[in-house]
């Protein structure tokens, strides 16, 4: 381990996305010293580097956020005129400016540009970590560790054991590279889109043409010309999904291409395959826009994901892993930290969207227990975001923007804890969703 430079503080996150800048917000709020390190320049994440947009519902009663600090985010974007609909539709461009402002008004430590490379466990504790900039290698040291990668990055560089993909096969969810075009006039392609009977009833625009089962897509037909003269391949129409900015009437964003065949959504390689043959796809899909789509005869690209889109990868093993089981049947847990409906999504070229199993109760949802973000083999490491502890199919409903800033707070509450001198795997979760109450989170009555 490299000695010249040493950061320290009480809680060190890893990963400035849309978990780890939650979690270092609301370890601040604790009144906790907070490193926040981050390998790209920019806080946000997948939402903003990976232009992830929107942030999905919680399809419950009310859409509880479950996050305090999500609703200070929404707010704030709101009022920038960069979110509506309670943060539903929001720019991600905007995202990062929001998101740095509450981490330095609070004066989070945030190192960018900087990569978690080596991390040290003694006696079931991480006795340090390494992290390389341009400033050449450093020692971070903490007492409490929070691994918000999305890859479980800390684990794996600690040698702790991983899930990875679907339990059958060990393949991970597919991957995509979104993208924006700008330069559409809007109004001409909602008169496009309102003929072929794509209504666009709400202020953002919407539309899609996937393989989900028992749907017709009005844009289907343009997509099989395009198809059949060369203009597109067909896996372009797989999953083809675009969306409204606010704030920015000329622009859209993609969610595609997506890349289904990939095994490995960690592998060096296969990121590298999907930015550049990506970028050949999104150039494909600018041009099929301008020649057969009204409105985008003046478009261009004018955003491409500086991060791959990745839904799964490895996932930690924590005191509690959440199961398909629980997921579809809506168990309630006593240390809930999260509450969602959102159904399983997992990706492919035929979609999976089982809708979740009946309630078995008056309460439609399912709950994200605190023990499944606390790592089973380490006794001061907790993760949070997409990596957490849950089965394939369960990860695939929990992964999305509001539950991932949920499990961020609630791991900060919990590491703050343990730096008070409480044992992390004892850690009270109704107490640790209590102080998130307590500071705004709304959650569904239990
Ligand atoms: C294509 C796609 C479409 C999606 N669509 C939606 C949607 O419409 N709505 C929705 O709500 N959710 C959606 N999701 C899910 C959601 O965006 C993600 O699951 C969620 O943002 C993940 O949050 P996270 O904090 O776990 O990871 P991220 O937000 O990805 O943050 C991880 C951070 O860690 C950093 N990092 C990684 N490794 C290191 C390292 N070694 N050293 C330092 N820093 C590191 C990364 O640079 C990144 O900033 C989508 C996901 C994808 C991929």
Redesign the pocket.
């Known amino acids: 381990m490299a000695r010249d430079k040493v950061y320290s503080a009480d809680i060190v996150i ?8 939650a979690a270092a917000v609301a370890a601040a709020d604790q009144g906790m010293r907070v490193l926040l ?4 320049g ?9 232009l ?5 519902t919680t399809r419950m009663p009310g859409n509880p956020s479950c996050s305090y600090v999500g609703e200070e985010i929404n707010r704030r974007m709101t009022a920038l005129g960069a979110a509506r609909a309670e943060g539903f539709q929001f720019d991600p461009a905007m995202l990062s400016f929001v998101l740095e402002a509450m981490l330095m008004e609070r004066g989070v430590k945030l190192l960018l540009h ?4 080596d991390a040290r466990l003694e006696n079931r504790r991480v006795a340090a970590l390494e ?1 390389f900039n341009k400033s050449g290698r450093a020692r971070v040291e903490g007492r409490v560790f929070l691994d ?4 479980a ?2 684990l794996r560089l600690a040698g702790l054991p991983l899930a990875h993909g679907d339990e059958d096969t060990g393949k991970n ?1 597919p ?2 590279l ?1 993208y924006v075009v700008s330069g559409v006039d809007e109004a001409a392609f909602r008169a496009f889109l309102n003929e072929r009977g794509e209504a666009q009833t709400g202020e953002a625009l919407y539309g899609a043409v996937t393989t989900a089962p028992g749907r017709v897509w009005p844009l289907s037909s343009v997509f099989e010309e395009a198809i059949a003269a060369g203009d597109l391949t067909p896996d372009d129409a797989v999953y083809w999904q675009f ?1 409204g900015l606010p704030g920015r009437p000329d622009s859209i964003a993609f ?1 595609c291409p ?1 890349f289904f065949d990939l095994h490995d959504a960690d592998d060096a390689e296969n990121l590298t395959y999907v930015q550049l043959q990506g970028k050949q796809a999104i150039l494909r899909q600018l041009l099929f826009y301008r020649k057969y789509l009204p409105g985008f005869q003046r478009a261009y690209v004018s955003a491409v994901a500086s ?6 990868s490895r996932r930690a093993v924590t005191d509690y892993v959440v199961t398909a089981e629980d997921l579809l049947a809506r168990r309630k847990f006593d240390d809930a930290i999260a509450q969602s409906n ?1 159904p399983v999504d997992v990706h492919g070229r035929k979609l999976n969207h089982p809708e979740n199993a009946a309630a078995p109760d008056s309460a439609p949802w399912f709950e994200v227990p605190l023990r499944a973000l606390i790592v089973r083999d380490a006794d001061n490491l907790l993760v ?4 957490l502890g849950a089965e394939f199919i369960a990860q695939s409903a929990i ?6 800033r949920a ?2 707070e609630a791991a900060a509450i919990a590491a703050a804890r343990a730096c008070r001198g409480e044992d992390l795997h004892r850690v009270d979760g109704s107490a640790v969703r209590g102080e998130m109450i307590r500071r705004g989170a709304r959650f569904a009555p239990r």
């Open positions: 890893i990963g400035a996305g849309t978990a780890g800048s390190i981050e390998q790209s920019a806080a946000g994440g997948s939402g903003a580097a990976g992830v947009t929107p942030m999905m900087t990569t978690l490379i992290v918000a990668t999305g890859d990055d800390l969810q991957v995509s979104r969306f969610n997506e991060m791959v889109g990745v839904r799964e959102y949070a975001g997409r990596n992964r999305i923007i509001p539950t991932c499990m961020g």
